[in-house]
């Protein structure tokens, strides 16, 4: 997967992203994380990079839109 994209992670659930990585799939994140950031999404079931579409705050409140634009997808074992 390469280095850690500035240390920005955001928790996802069991889930492997097929596309793009809602809102409401997100458990938790650096709250640092702005919109326009380079981020790691890391879940039980896979790990993926992208690029933020919202900040940190609003990944966590939000019941619906896109959270992280996702560009790989890497399926992880449990």
Do not use: H
Not at 4 to 15: E, N
Not at 39 to 59: F, Y
Request: proline share 8%; glycine share 14%.
């Amino acid at each position: 997967m390469g280095p850690d994209p500035g240390g920005y992670r955001v928790r996802i659930d069991s889930f492997v992203p097929q596309g793009d990585v809602l809102a409401p799939g997100i458990t938790d994140c650096d709250p640092r994380i702005r919109e326009g950031d380079e981020v790691l999404v890391e879940g039980p079931l896979a790990i993926a990079t992208g690029r933020a579409t919202m900040g940190a705050d609003e990944m966590l409140r939000s019941k619906r839109g896109v959270a992280v634009r996702v560009r790989k997808v890497k399926k992880v074992g449990e």
